[in-house]
């Protein structure tokens, strides 16, 4: 796509009273995309909720058996086994969107040499994968935010970052889903992310266990170092600026005025979270 195709809107003055093309954004292209979109999001509620009972109902067995009746998860408070278990649920999240968002960012272009940071073609139109993973994701913070509010029982206080984390994720994805375009791809690539969750969790549990005089300890916390320096501060940052390449040559002013606020809004929440 060249950049005279991306300045191709510049000729319209929409209004909010204007009709919005959502075929043309590249996420609602047909009537049943956005049923598609709701159920995974719905139905990625339940399944991670049903998987923390099922390790939650497996853990105390599964402790036992390899630490012997006075195993360290059985002598933990309620709410630090609630935590334990929702961790475990937090990591096989982390993978599956790391392993998604990863596929969005470097193998979606249709020329196979391009990625989202080279082609611009390639960044403004949202492929299925990318919406999906961030439907995963929005349906993971609606069931995590559960989990610590009536299973781990974090106060405001005591949980407000998760809270303010997860409430600016899904404010951002559905952002990103309404406006599409470059977003989807931008919001589906911070993703990748996610794996310094699961470095951050196994650090937590060695913490847990009791392990921090392990030279195991130094290991998994330069994992959690590097991972987090890589996935948060670098890779996000990279699609922050590649989120100002894009808006320097198509020329959001001249959407319709919803879409024109939404991207605004999307970028705003990027930077929060690249804060967070």
């Known amino acids: 796509m060249t950049e005279a195709s991306l300045n191709i809107t510049q000729s319209r003055n929409l209004t909010w009273d204007d009709p919005i093309d959502w075929a043309e954004l590249g996420v609602f292209t047909d009537k049943t995309e956005v049923w598609k979109l709701l159920i995974i999001i719905v139905g990625s509620v339940q399944c991670f909720y049903v998987l923390y009972k099922a390790i939650e109902q497996a853990m105390p067995a599964i402790a036992a058996h390899y630490g012997g009746p006075d195993n360290i998860y059985g002598q933990m408070p309620p709410k630090v086994k609630s935590e334990y278990v929702s961790r475990i649920v937090s990591d096989l999240?982390?993978?599956?969107?790391?392993?998604m968002s990863w596929y969005g960012c470097f193998?979606?272009?249709?020329?196979?040499?391009?990625?989202?940071?080279?082609?611009?073609?390639?960044?403004m139109k949202p492929s299925m994968i990318q919406k999906y993973v961030i439907c995963l994701s929005t349906g993971y913070c609606i069931y995590d935010t559960l989990i610590c509010v009536f299973e781990i029982k974090w106060s405001f206080k005591q949980g407000a970052d998760s809270y303010f984390h997860h409430l600016i994720s899904v404010a951002g994805a559905l952002g990103v889903l309404v406006?599409?375009?470059?977003c989807i791809a931008i919001s589906a690539g911070n993703l990748v992310s996610e794996f310094s969750n699961a470095a951050m969790n196994l650090r937590w549990r060695f913490l847990k266990h009791k392990l921090y005089d392990s030279w195991a300890f130094i290991g998994v916390s330069t994992l959690f170092m590097v991972s987090f320096i890589m996935s948060r501060a670098i890779f996000m940052l990279m699609l922050l600026i590649r989120n100002y390449e894009v808006q320097q040559i198509f020329d959001?002013?001249?959407?319709?005025?919803?879409?024109?606020y939404l991207i605004y809004w999307n970028t705003f929440c990027q930077v929060g979270l690249y804060g967070l």
């Open 93 to 99: 999240h982390s993978f599956m969107a790391l392993g």
């Open 107 to 123: 193998y979606v272009c249709e020329d196979e040499t391009k990625t989202i940071f080279t082609d611009y073609e390639c960044v």
């Open 252 to 260: 959001v002013k001249s959407e319709h005025p919803l879409i024109m």
């Open 179 to 182: 406006s599409g375009r470059f």
